[in-house]
């Protein structure tokens, strides 16, 4: 928002409150403290920062039927310190088109046993990340952890950067070792005699995008399933 005073002199523009709205449903509201001096006949940019869940967003979607972006509602008030007229109240209501956001989805791409031993195995993990938005996806980190047969066997901090275009895949290969000792016998024979493993995996993304509405977030992915050891 851009706020101007034309008056001959200085106003203080001491807080203000907000409610966004996206699709008729109030998901964010708020009240900032501000303590900003605006000269006579100066003007200054205030912006506000509003932070809004990605399962909340993805619960508005999923109420919509048809598709497209849904619309979005701020309704503001900006206080000021006036002289002579003390503390007013200025509202300010602003609407527009709010850009249709899914949650990317991570998954165990692949598997392959290197190395078992007596003591342990060396596997390669390929992870897989898919971006569903229109709009490119970059993971600046990723954190993670892994369960293969029930067994907790890997927490990776910082997989890497990894950037992905408009509706496509992006990939991971991550080596994980193995102690036998602490994942118990259920995962060495499950990796021993082959066939298929189930997994689990959790996480957080740290991401940006090529989206103006999402500068930067941290986004929780997890996925369950079973792989076909190779």
């Not at 039927?65 to 509602?73: I, V, W």
């Amino acid at each position: 928002f851009e706020i101007d005073n034309p008056n001959s002199f200085g106003v203080r523009f001491d807080r203000l409150d907000y409610v966004l709205s996206v699709a008729g449903e109030r998901l964010a509201e708020g009240d900032q403290r501000r303590g900003i001096e605006i000269g006579a006949g100066r003007s200054t940019g205030v912006e506000i920062p509003v932070e809004v869940a990605w399962d909340d967003l993805v619960r508005v979607y999923r109420s919509l039927r048809g598709g497209g972006e849904p619309g979005y509602r701020l309704e503001a008030g900006f206080w000021f310190d006036v002289p002579v007229l003390g503390g007013i109240r200025v509202p300010v209501t602003t609407d527009g088109r709010f850009p249709r956001l899914s949650l990317p989805e991570l998954s165990v791409a692949d598997l392959d046993v290197g190395r078992i031993d007596a003591g342990g195995a060396r596997l390669d993990l390929t992870l897989e990340l898919q971006n569903p938005n229109d709009f490119p996806l970059t993971v600046d980190d990723l954190d993670y952890s892994l369960e293969l047969a029930g067994s907790r066997v890997a927490r990776v901090e910082d997989a890497g950067r990894l950037t992905v275009g408009r509706g496509g895949r992006g990939s991971w290969r991550v080596p994980v070792s193995i102690d036998f000792g602490e994942a118990g016998r259920a995962l060495a024979q499950a990796l021993t005699g082959g066939g298929r493993l189930d997994y689990r995996l959790d996480g957080t993304l740290s991401m940006s995008s090529g989206n103006e509405w999402i500068e930067a977030t941290r986004v929780p992915v997890s996925s369950a399933g079973s792989l076909r050891l190779r």
